[in-house]
Each structure stands twice: as structure tokens, then as C-alpha cells.
């Protein structure tokens, strides 16, 4: 069996570029594929991007114990199927779940084998400094997701691992070592 890592932090706080990292350097690592009661977008594809539901199927999963995480968003529901993670782990691989806080604590309790990895930024005013610069949010967005960030921080004593995205060399060559130690062990 592969095992499940999860990674979480603050949005801005770098996890995506992170993970395409981390991929680079261990390739055998699995994304996991997120279910969504949203529409298809041109171009996604059924169980490559994500898999794709009707809110009735989505609720009938969640009845039936089918998710180790879901949650609502933007109006659509979002959730990690448990039935996927096993399929996926079955064969040996490791498999990656890039997940908020609240979803991460979710799998926490339903698969507590699973490795926690909580990324930080080295400071709020440096987590600022990088929403602002990735030009995507207005100066209110911007606000809500420091509110919310600073919450999460104050959560980040409650996963495994805490890897601070300081220097990004750093950060993902501490990333790569605490995923290769739990996944080869």
C-alpha cells in the first residue's frame, strides 16, 4: 500500500509550486483527482482533472461514507473520494492530496496513517507581500485570505510536519526528504 500525504497551508503560501516540485524530484508520487459537483470546463477531462458529479451523486457519497474529506465552495461541493485513494495506494504509490486546512484535518480523522504536512510562510507580513504579488486578488480578497490565513496558522500545531516556505530551495529539499522518509520507510 502507498501512503496518503497531505499537504496544507495558507493560500499564497506557495504549496502548488511546492508539489510541482516535489513531483519533479519523486515521479512516482500521485496526485490525487478531487470530485466536484461543478460543471466540466472546456478542455477537463472525467477522473483526469476531476471527477465530475451531480449534486444528487455527491450527496448519495457522502451518505454512503464515500469521501475522507469534502466541503463546500464557490457554490459546488469539492471532496476527495475515498474509493479513488484506495484504488491509487493500492498499487504501491504514494499519492498527494493538496487540500485546505479544514479538509485536512477531515482525512486526518479518517485515515490516520495518512502523513500531514503543513506548509508556513516565514511571516504574515511576507505571506502579504506574496498575495499582492501574484496580482489576482483585490485589496478586500486580499484581506479575507489573511484573516483566514492567520487562523490556519494558528492550526498548524496540529499536523505531523510544519515545513516553512522561506527560501524555496529549502523548503523543497526539506519537503522531498520528509515525503521520501515516510513513503520508502
Known amino acids: 500500500m502507498g501512503r496518503v500525504v497531505v499537504i496544507t497551508g495558507p493560500s499564497g503560501v506557495g504549496k502548488g509550486t511546492l508539489i510541482r516540485q516535489l513531483r519533479d524530484r519523486i515521479p512516482e508520487i500521485e496526485l490525487s483527482v478531487s470530485a466536484t459537483t461543478r460543471k466540466p470546463r472546456p478542455g477537463e477531462t472525467q477522473g483526469v482533472d ?38 491509487r495506494t493500492a498499487g504501491g504509490r504514494p ?36 498575495l499582492v504579488g501574484r496580482g489576482t486578488d483585490s485589496p478586500e480578497q486580499i484581506d479575507r485570505r489573511l484573516q483566514t490565513a492567520r487562523e490556519e496558522l494558528a492550526a498548524q500545531g496540529e499536523f505531523e510536519r510544519v515545513v516553512t516556505n522561506d527560501r524555496l530551495e529549502d523548503a523543497i529539499e526539506q519537503l522531498v526528504e520528509i515525503v521520501r522518509s515516510a513513503t520508502t520507510a
Open 50 to 87: 476531476y471527477w465530475f458529479l451531480s449534486p444528487e451523486e455527491f450527496e448519495k457519497r457522502i451518505a454512503d461514507g464515500g469521501f475522507v474529506e469534502h466541503a463546500e465552495y464557490a457554490g459546488n461541493r469539492y471532496g476527495t473520494l475515498r474509493s479513488d485513494l484506495e484504488t
Open 95 to 130: 499519492v498527494l492530496l493538496e487540500i485546505e486546512v479544514q479538509g485536512a484535518r477531515q482525512v486526518r480523522q479518517a485515515m490516520p496513517e495518512a502523513l500531514t504536512v503543513f506548509i508556513a510562510p516565514p511571516s504574515e507580513e511576507a505571506l502579504h507581500t506574496r
